[in-house]
């Protein structure tokens, strides 16, 4: 099992940049493939991006590509998610996820294949 906490949210100015972490604990951590995801009110939960379990293979949503960097430290079991040229339309409650899959390269995007979620938090963009 593995028990998954975010951080780091809050309420920003569009243009300016935040970092989530994400902290594990249980495991297996360093064998998953993570992910984060957001989901404003009214709106789908939507995948943001996602990095394999070492780091080799990264895969980000459009909307956020160029913008947004995914990173792990797995002796540390911690996800970030650094986000830059932070825009409105990026205010939604942030998760992360680890993926069902252990030991792949591949970087999921359906909400159905994480099956650990974290608890969100809050980034909010105000023009």
């Known amino acids: 099992q593995v028990q998954l906490v975010e951080s780091g949210g809050g309420l920003v100015q569009a243009g300016d940049s935040l970092r989530l972490s994400c902290a594990a604990s249980g495991r297996p951590f360093s064998t998953r493939t993570m992910g984060w995801f957001r989901q404003a009110p009214g709106k789908e939960r939507e995948f943001v991006g996602g990095?394999?379990?070492?780091?080799?293979?990264?895969r980000y949503a459009d909307s956020v590509k160029g913008r947004f960097t995914i990173s792990r430290d797995n002796a540390k079991k911690l996800l970030y998610l650094q986000m830059s040229s932070l825009k409105p339309e990026d205010t939604a409650v942030y998760y992360c996820?680890?993926?069902?899959?252990?030991?792949?390269?591949?970087?999921?995007?359906?909400?159905?294949?994480?099956?650990?979620w974290g608890q969100g938090t809050q980034v909010t963009v105000s023009s």
């Open positions: 990095i394999s379990w070492n780091g080799g293979s990264t």
């Open positions: 996820a680890a993926m069902r899959a252990m030991a792949t390269m591949v970087v999921a995007t359906a909400v159905n294949e994480y099956n650990y």
